[in-house]
């Protein structure tokens, strides 16, 4: 940062951001932390809400970016298992500190007891 200005191609926030930014791939990546290895007719009914298109597509990046394995194998039907990466790991101590404010916030809110 210079001067006040965030420059984006630098800044370690919004490199994160772009690596895991988006609604849906901390819900994903908080499943794979919490369930295991997911496959992904299991991880569409934990977020039923979501489209079949943007699942792929998240899934798609997450591994991109190795925070998640995909293991596919070559069976009739074909079967494919999603789990945490080491690196995917990493952000479980971040994944837990938002789950810990949220519900935090939630609380305050009336929305849980």
Known sequence: MKDGIIDPSVCPISHTLSIVGGKWKWVLLWI?????????????????VIT???LI???KELEDE?????????????????SLTEKGQTLIPILELMSQWGSVDLSSKGVLE
């Open 32 to 48: 794979l932390s919490t369930k295991g290895v997911q496959r992904y007719g299991e991880i569409r009914k934990a977020i039923p």
């Open 52 to 54: 079949h298109k943007i």
């Open 57 to 59: 597509q998240h899934l």
């Open 66 to 82: 190795g925070l998640i394995h995909r293991k596919e194998y070559s069976q009739v039907p074909p079967k494919v298992e999603y």
